[in-house]
């Protein structure tokens, strides 16, 4: 019901699929990537600038697409009287879902936390979206599977270049150096790769929680005693990693856009398709 909702207050008709491939009307450029099909790199440009260039597409025909969302025990994080991060992800698929189906696509749902697990293949049938939102209400935060390795069996998964929608923390153990690594291993065989960041106002800094001992819950045996309210250059270190690892997926091609679960879901997903120039 909260997925309808959101669905139905946002911006009627803004929706329309963006798949970047080998389609027929001419997208953009991007940096040249190894691995790219060299049939597709703007030879003219390189004449110009003597920097390697690839065009993409729009592709007009409907698409596979997976939404993969994080499941890890980071994700249970919730501040109080708030909806934990995974819940809040839940709604983000939810509401992609919905209005995925509703232009044709096919759309298919895996998570990752204790493992990497496919819950649904994509597909367009009736009773896709209801097998697909019943499965994000049983989802149950716990493990730490790297957003990586997901994305990498997702990639082994699509039988075409299509959408890979990752709603996730983007919290990873090595800054997310592999995550961009796998993310650039999708965008170079033709993937669409949209990496959706949640995060609670109380990680980010803008309301940072009291002096206490915090542990990861990723790795319980590590506990701190932090303050991070009157620490001034928390919410320093919370930007710059994230405006890194943005670079980083950016740098490869794929979209980063940050959430709050402290704003309604269709706000956050309107901005992300003004910025696309929808």
């Given at each position: 019901m909260i997925a309808r909702t959101v669905?139905?207050?946002?911006?009627?008709?803004?929706?329309?699929?963006?798949?970047?491939?080998?389609?027929?009307?001419?997208?953009?450029?991007?940096?040249?990537?190894?691995?790219?099909?060299?049939?597709?790199?703007?030879?003219?440009?390189?004449?110009?600038?003597?920097?390697?260039?690839?065009?993409?597409?729009?592709?007009?025909?409907?698409?596979?697409?997976?939404?993969?969302?994080?499941?890890?025990?980071?994700?249970?994080f919730a501040e109080p009287g708030g909806v934990p991060k995974l819940r809040y992800a839940s709604y983000v698929?939810?509401?992609?879902?919905?209005?995925?189906?509703?232009?044709?696509?096919?759309?298919?749902?895996?998570?990752f936390g204790e493992g990497t697990e496919l819950l649904l293949p994509p597909r367009t049938r009736r009773g896709q979206l209801h097998d697909l939102l019943l499965r994000l209400e049983r989802l149950r935060a716990a493990g730490h599977t790297p957003a990586a390795t997901a994305l990498d069996r997702e990639g082994e998964r699509l039988r075409k270049p299509g959408r890979v929608v990752l709603v996730s923390d983007l919290l990873e153990e090595d800054g997310g150096e592999s995550l961009a690594a796998a993310a650039g291993r999708l965008r170079a065989r033709g993937d669409e790769v949209v990496a959706l960041r949640v995060?609670?106002?109380?990680?980010?800094?803008?309301?940072?929680?009291?002096?206490?001992?915090?542990?990861?819950?990723?790795?319980?045996?590590?506990?701190?005693?932090?303050?991070?309210?009157?620490?001034?250059?928390?919410?320093?270190?919370?930007?710059?990693?994230?405006?890194?690892?943005?670079?980083?997926?950016?740098?490869?091609?794929?979209?980063?856009v940050p959430l709050s679960t402290a704003e309604p879901v269709e706000h956050g997903l309107v901005r992300w398709l003004h910025a696309r120039g929808r």
């Open positions: 669905v139905q207050g946002f911006v009627a008709g803004i929706h329309r699929s963006p798949l970047r491939g080998v389609g027929e009307d001419f997208a953009r450029h991007r940096d040249y990537q190894q691995g790219d099909d060299v049939r597709y790199v703007d030879w003219k440009v390189y004449g110009r600038t003597d920097r390697l260039y690839v065009r993409e597409f729009q592709e007009r025909s409907n698409l596979y697409a997976w939404l993969v969302v994080d499941a890890t025990a980071s994700m249970g698929a939810a509401a992609l879902a919905h209005l995925m189906l509703g232009t044709g696509d096919a759309v298919g749902l895996a998570v995060l609670t106002p109380a990680e980010s800094g803008e309301r940072p929680p009291e002096p206490g001992l915090f542990f990861d819950p990723e790795h319980p045996e590590r506990t701190l005693p932090a303050a991070p309210d009157v620490d001034r250059d928390y919410a320093r270190r919370v930007g710059d990693y994230y405006e890194a690892l943005a670079g980083r997926l950016r740098e490869r091609g794929t979209e980063y």
